[in-house]
């Protein structure tokens, strides 16, 4: 049964779908633009903030155009417009309107034009806080940027709560394979690139081209020994603390090495079955932000997996734009957690041990 049938959510996952996969083609155009220009290897990061800009402008576009509008719009997103305001910035506001514009004209769905002030508008559409009540978008218009630079994976992440619940998800993940990549640090050749991950709560989870094509649905490994099991982690070591998850990969006895790819396409990869375990543990003090889980944590969900932090309290997306957790983000399925748990646990009773010995 696909998502459409008996979903109450059905016209905000089409309209979050089309948003995402517009944003894509343009994500898309800007990385090859990037890649062949060599920019990605100077300081110059503005050709990211373009794409950045320009991927949250045309998500805020289609859901206002497409979703049904039975309260007022409100989303919480990463950007807003306050560098562009500044002085000095003028190239750059034109860069976005043009490739936003250059978007619309080609994909032909909406005839609307952007001026210099409608962009700063429309960027600015994301500055709720979200919260307990009411309905919220909520957009990561790029997640990994670094990925996005080297031309690796990057996912546009997308998310409805709905009275503090995440009950909606859509990750476009532009070059990501459709089929597994396993153990592999990439896709495998000859196969399709571009997936679309999609989940609404209690209809299941699944992944499509997002060039297009029928979707499948997905769920997680059924792994239940960690000796087979394989984690995924974050490909910049600067996001993670390695010995910890290294320490937790030893003591639970995981025998594969890590599987390291940038942004929530570890999520992606983790509801179909290519991985069993995420293991998330910023440096201290790094607050993370709902919008850099709200869409992945459902796909896992939704494909039978569990996302916790690392006492095993389920993630509070009702808190405004961050979240408000204890230690790191864990996420895999129903047989390993209990182990996964205790591992965490122990493998943090030892750093601080380590740390402070008696
Ligand atoms: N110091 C940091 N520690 C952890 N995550 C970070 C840090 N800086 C940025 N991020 C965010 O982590 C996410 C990607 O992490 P990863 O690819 O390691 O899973 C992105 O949301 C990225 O932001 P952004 O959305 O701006 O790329
Ligand atoms: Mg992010
Ligand atoms: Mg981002
Ligand atoms: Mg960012």
């Excluded at 196969?191 to 979707?215: H, K, M, N, R």
């Excluded at 910890?244 to 790819?261: K, M």
Aim: proline share 4%; hydrophobic share 40%.
């Amino acid at each position: 049964m696909s998502q459409a049938a008996g979903n109450p959510y059905a016209a905000e996952l089409a309209a979050a779908k089309k948003a995402v996969t517009l944003a894509a083609r343009l994500c898309q155009a800007v990385q090859e633009d990037i890649l062949q220009s060599g920019v990605q290897s100077k300081a110059d990061q503005s050709p990211v903030t373009v794409a950045d800009y320009g991927s949250q402008i045309l998500v805020s576009l289609v859901l206002k155009m497409e979703a049904p509008a039975s309260s007022s719009f409100s989303m919480v997103a990463e950007e807003d417009s306050e560098e562009l305001r500044k002085e000095g910035a003028e190239e750059i506001l034109e860069n976005i309107t043009e490739l936003v514009n250059e978007t619309i004209v080609d994909d032909g769905t909406y005839s609307i034009y952007f001026s210099k002030e409608g962009i700063l508008s429309a960027i600015d559409d994301g500055k709720s806080e979200g919260g307990p009540s009411g309905r919220h978008w909520v957009l990561d218009p790029i997640d990994g940027t670094k990925g996005f630079l080297r031309g690796d994976q990057y996912a546009i992440a997308l998310a409805l709560l709905d009275e503090g619940k995440v009950v909606l998800g859509v990750l476009a993940c532009p070059n990501l394979s459709l089929g597994s990549i396993g153990n592999l640090n990439g896709g495998s050749s000859g196969d399709q690139v571009g997936a679309l991950f999609s989940a609404t709560i209690g209809c299941g989870a699944e992944v499509e081209s997002l060039q297009g094509s029928p979707a499948q649905k997905i769920s997680v490994c059924s792994i239940d020994n960690p000796v087979e099991a394989s984690f995924f982690e974050s490909y910049e070591g600067a996001h993670s603390l390695r010995d910890l998850t290294g320490s937790i990969a030893e003591i639970l006895g995981v025998q594969a090495p890590p599987v390291r790819i940038d942004s929530q396409a570890k999520y992606g990869a983790l509801a179909r079955g290519d991985g069993a375990i995420y293991l998330r543990f910023p440096h201290k003090g790094y607050r993370e932000k709902i919008w850099d889980h709200a869409a992945g944590s459902i796909v896992v969900t939704e494909a039978g997996g569990l996302v916790t932090d690392a006492s095993g309290n389920d993630l509070d997306f009702s808190k405004g734009r961050f979240l408000d957790l204890d230690t790191g983000i864990i996420a895999t399925n129903k047989q390993l957690m209990p182990s996964l748990l205790k591992a965490v646990q122990d493998a943090i009773k030892e750093q601080n041990q380590a740390a402070s010995p008696l």
